[in-house]
């Protein structure tokens, strides 16, 4: 996908004009009538973010008034509408809604780009593989348990850091345009284990680690945007076991990926590209009395999150198919290796009149071992 945005990389770079740099008295925090930025506010220091409520100690007199919009870097960051506020001695307590940057920006550009690194992965504790901490070691993981039924991880591997890119732009107090592209490479080598001894249906998932989370802070002009990346690897099972049956199967896929997002024009466009994967099934072992349909997956999942309530992300997502057959003659085993991807949007903090966005694409499969015999 070729973007304009895309063109242009920097940690991050933010450009704000007129209506918000030049009105008000900066140096008091409010910026502009009804907007005030906490931070730039000496004698505001902010106690507590709520979901409906901010609280704050006072030192002197405070602006902050019912309507306002208030913006902070503190706690996470946060940015709300004011609709009631009581003052006592040395403190201001603010009942709060949701409020957007297109509430406060008259114009200008926010461009954030964000890649993951080694020491993200060390802070969330991950020891690695081999002295590589970006290599998350899946092998022995105990993934569901319960009566009559087990999933685990024989052996594997997954490393995947990828970049984000992010890029937004707003004019005449509304989001004029945003971009999300995401890329990296994935790569995944593992063998799983399913055992169940009746007929059952199954459909879940869990976390492999703990996120990887990278919290960023910037502005726009004097207006600041506080976030969290962060960086899942979830892992899932679903399908069908039509009675006692056991699987031990596998594959490896490398592939390059990029997928994004992009609203312009009051429209909404995305587009995913996954390379060539290379994929190499593993041969099965099976004990088998009776049939199966299922799959195996593990999703990459990176998401940038603003002030704790918006979220945008996206995910690849590598799977196994296994589907057997058993009745009526021959007995089949195929299984089959594959890439999906796809993207979730929440821009209610950029813009609350902009709808959200999402979409699921199926990517490129292949078939990796068949077998069959009569009986």
């Not at 990389?9 to 409010?30: I, N, R, Y």
Request: net charge negative; aromatic share 12%.
């Amino acid at each position: 996908m070729v973007d304009v945005y895309s063109s242009m990389k920097w940690s991050f770079c933010v450009v704000a004009l007129a209506s918000v740099t030049l009105l008000g008295c900066p140096e008091t925090g409010v910026v502009k009538d009804g907007l005030v930025v906490v931070d730039d506010v000496p004698q505001l220091n902010v106690a507590a973010v709520e979901e409906d409520a901010v609280a704050f100690t006072t030192s002197g007199a405070s602006p902050i008034q019912v309507g306002d919009i208030i913006v902070g870097s503190d706690k996470g960051g946060f940015l709300r509408r004011v609709e009631a506020v009581s003052e006592t001695k040395g403190g201001v307590l603010t009942q709060t809604s949701k409020a957007s940057l297109a509430e406060a920006i008259d114009f200008g550009m926010l461009f954030q780009d964000i890649e993951f690194t080694t020491q993200d992965f060390i802070n969330a504790g991950l020891i690695g593989v081999d002295g590589v901490a970006t290599i998350v070691d899946l092998s022995g993981k105990d993934i569901y348990r319960d009566y009559g039924i087990a999933v685990t991880v024989a052996r594997g591997t997954l490393e995947c850091v990828p970049e984000i890119y992010l890029a937004a732009s707003w004019n005449g107090f509304r989001l004029s345009r945003f971009n999300m592209q995401t890329s990296g490479t994935a790569i995944l080598n593992f063998d799983v284990q399913v055992g169940v001894d009746d007929q059952t249906t199954l459909r879940f998932e869990t976390d492999l680690i703990p996120p990887i989370t990278q919290p960023f802070a910037t502005s726009i002009g004097p207006i600041p945007v506080v976030g969290v990346a962060s960086l899942r690897f979830p892992i899932g099972i679903t399908g069908r076991f039509d009675g006692d049956t056991a699987v031990t199967a596998g594959f490896d896929i490398v592939d390059d990926f990029d997928f994004s997002g992009l609203f312009e024009g009051g429209n909404w466009s995305s587009d995913f590209q996954a390379g060539t994967p290379v994929f190499t099934g593993h041969e099965p072992v099976w004990v088998i009395e009776i049939g199966a349909d299922i799959v195996v997956y593990v999703k990459v999942v990176p998401a940038v999150t603003l002030y704790s309530a918006a979220t945008l992300s996206g995910y690849v997502m590598p799977y196994l198919r296994a589907d057997i057959d058993v009745y009526p003659s021959p007995m089949t085993v195929v299984l089959t290796g594959g890439l999906n991807a796809g993207v979730s949007f929440d821009l209610s903090v950029l813009d609350f009149r902009v709808w959200g966005y999402s979409y699921d694409w199926a990517g490129p499969s292949a078939q990796l071992y068949t077998w069959s015999a009569a009986y």
